[in-house]
């Protein structure tokens, strides 16, 4: 069964700060893609990255960088000089083959506040 | 890139009230559609998974008499809550798969408030 587990329910940082959320995911396919999907209070889901099962390259987007490890099937999010901004409450998601739809399976978030 | 307009954003019923939600992929066409519910401060919950031109499939747990999804074209999706009573208040999102791209794109969601 698949499964996605966001251990932080809920992080404070000062402005500038780097913050690094952690996620950890289960499933029984070689072939699946993973997810970080950012949700600002007014509630719209917005895509940060995707990746597949087979790239484990790590990947850095301005002050956003992810970190792949199927050796202990992480995919650890962490903002470089956070901002207020950043405040927002940050999912993790597994997709794969198991159900035939591909559906989304979300991790329980973590609540990022940046204080000023 | 693929955008999906959801509406309303916002709606107040009465309870025993009937209320549709509209999901719509704008520039793309949407063979599957997944509609989740989110409770306050809670994740993304899958209530179903609708194929276009097919009876959608429900999670367990999900009365799929009240929560009525149709996915009548490639490019529209309707969740209708039936009677709706105040325990339906929650925030509901969906969600459109491209096929050629395997990518999701979530709508802005509906806060529905029960009265």
């Known amino acids: 069964a698949q499964k996605v587990t966001q251990a932080q329910t809920e992080i404070s940082v000062v402005e500038k700060e780097d913050v690094t959320l952690d996620c950890v995911y289960e499933?029984?396919?070689?072939?699946?893609?993973l997810f970080w999907y950012k949700q600002p209070p007014s509630g719209e889901l917005v895509f940060l990255i995707r990746?597949?099962?087979?790239?484990?390259q790590n990947e850095i987007s301005g002050r956003y960088s992810w970190n792949f490890q199927k050796s202990t099937s992480s995919f650890n999010f962490t903002i470089t000089a956070s901002q207020v901004v950043d405040s927002a409450v940050y999912f993790c998601?597994?997709?794969?083959f198991g159900t035939g739809a591909n559906n989304l399976f979300f991790g329980t978030g973590t609540r990022l506040t940046v204080i000023p | 890139g693929a955008v999906v307009s959801q509406h309303p954003s916002r709606v107040i019923c009465k309870s025993g009230t009937s209320v549709k939600i509209e999901c719509r992929s704008l520039?793309?066409?949407?063979?599957?559609m997944f509609w989740y519910r989110q409770f306050p401060k809670q994740s993304l919950m899958l209530m179903a998974t609708?194929?276009?031109?097919?009876?959608?499939?429900?999670e367990q747990g999900v009365e799929k008499d009240k929560f009525l999804i149709n996915h009548a074209s490639l490019t529209l999706s309707t969740l209708t809550v039936t009677s709706a009573h105040p325990e339906d208040s929650s925030f509901y999102i969906c969600?459109?798969?491209?096929?050629?791209?395997?990518?999701?794109?979530f709508g802005s969601g509906t806060r529905l408030t029960v009265v």
């Open positions: 969600s459109a798969r491209q096929d050629e791209y395997y990518g999701y794109t």
């Open positions: 499933t029984r396919d070689t072939t699946y893609y």
């Open positions: 990746r597949n099962s087979f790239d484990e």
């Open positions: 998601a597994l997709s794969d």
């Open positions: 520039d793309f066409q949407a063979t599957t």
């Open positions: 609708s194929n276009e031109g097919s009876k959608a499939t429900y």
